[in-house]
């Protein structure tokens, strides 16, 4: 069974930055393509960044060159550091992944970008 636990979320002006992190547990963690979702009010979930277990990784246009997304096999944990947020970066952030065929989810963590 693996289980996906988020925090870091929050509340942050415009500009800021906030630093995401998902800890992860089960097995085959180590091996498997992490990914961090968001779903904003209104709009359906859409993939923001993903990293394979060698460390390669994609984004969004969106978040190209103000997101991170990066892992630390030794503590299980994916973290996602979020620079020059905006408003548009408000959304409850989930991290995914898929081990064996089945798709496991965190409870996610609220971000919210505002003056």
């Known amino acids: 069974q693996v289980q996906l636990v988020e925090s870091g979320g929050g509340l942050v002006q415009p500009g800021g930055s906030l630093r995401l992190s998902c800890a992860a547990s089960?097995?085959?963690?180590?091996?498997?393509?992490m990914r961090w979702y968001r779903q904003a009010p209104g709009k359906q979930r859409e993939l923001v960044a993903t990293i394979s277990s060698g460390g390669s990784t994609t984004y969004v246009d969106s978040v190209k060159g103000r997101f991170t997304i990066s892992r630390d096999n030794r503590k299980n944990t994916i973290y996602l550091q979020m620079n020059s947020l905006e408003p548009d970066d408000t959304a409850v952030y989930y991290c995914?992944?898929?081990?064996?065929?089945?798709?496991?989810w965190g409870q996610g963590t609220q971000v919210t970008v505002s003056s």
């Open positions: 089960g097995s085959g963690i180590n091996a498997a393509i």
């Open positions: 995914q992944t898929r081990v064996r065929l089945t798709a496991y």
